[in-house]
T-cell receptor, first 120, second 114 residues
Framework: AQKVTQAQTEISVVEKEDVTLDCVYE???????LFWYKQPPSGELVFLIR??????QNEISGRYSWNFQKSTSSFNFTITASQVVDSAVYFC?????????????????FGQGTTLQVKP | DAGVTQSPTHLIKTRGQQVTLRCSPK?????VSWYQQALGQGPQFIFQ???????QRGNFPDRFSGHQFPNYSSELNVNALLLGDSALYLC?????????????FGPGTRLTVL
């Protein structure tokens, strides 16, 4: 069964601190995709990153970085020098690949989310 | 370029009533997925529409039904509302059904069932 676990329910940091959000996933497929989304108080989910199961290179985008490790089924997200505007709920999600003829059509399986509060 | 739009923003219904939520996908997108997000939880997949057909369905009862129109917009219908149906309903669109595709989400419709 597919499952995404975000064990940290809430994290509170002071501005400029680094913070890492954990994500552990379960899947029996060898080909799958992992995503991170941000949900600010407005409610709209904002796409942050997509990673496929064959690409274990870490990625950095400005203050954001992602560490994908297949050996531990983890896809962790680090914010460096956090800012108040980073305060939001962050979701990790899993989507399995769709081979030809499969009915698997891009359903996202979300974790429970981690609420990040960055205090000034 | 308009993103995904949803209407209404908020809705209050009573138990047993029926509700229809609407979604217009991002320009160029032909696939629409619906998710239910209960308070404090992650979104749960309801179903996905492509070429006006339901392509995949999550673990939701038949009270939840949908439709996709030729212009790719979509409706989510919920019959015989229960208190537990109170949630944020999110619509997401993508350019095709591949699992690789990024899904763009709308702001959601907040449904309250009294």
């Amino acid at each position: 069964a597919q499952k995404v676990t975000q064990a940290q329910t809430e994290i509170s940091v002071v501005e400029k601190e680094d913070v890492t959000l954990d994500c552990v996933y379960e899947t029996r497929d060898t080909t799958y995709y992992l995503f991170w989304y941000k949900q600010p108080p407005s409610g709209e989910l904002v796409f942050l990153i997509r990673r496929n199961s064959f690409d274990e290179q870490n990625e950095i985008s400005g203050r954001y970085s992602w560490n994908f490790q297949k050996s531990t089924s983890s896809f962790n997200f680090t914010i460096t020098a956090s800012q108040v505007v980073d305060s939001a709920v962050y979701f990790c999600a899993l989507s399995e690949a769709d081979p030809p003829g499969s009915s698997n059509t891009g359903k996202l399986i979300f974790g429970q989310g981690t609420t990040l509060q960055v205090k000034p | 370029d308009a993103g995904v739009t949803q209407s209404p923003t908020h809705l209050i219904k009573t138990r047993g009533q029926q509700v229809t939520l609407r979604c217009s996908p991002k320009s160029g997108h032909d696939t629409v997925s619906w998710y239910q997000q209960a308070l404090g939880q992650g979104p749960q997949f309801i179903f996905q529409y492509y070429e006006e057909e339901e392509r995949q369905r999550g673990n939701f009862p038949d009270r939840f039904s949908g439709h996709q129109f030729p212009n790719y917009s979509s409706e989510l219908n919920v019959n015989a509302l229960l208190l537990g149906d109170s949630a944020l309903y999110l619509c997401a669109s993508s350019p095709g059904v591949s699992s690789y595709n990024e899904q763009f989400f709308g702001p959601g419709t907040r449904l309250t069932v009294l």
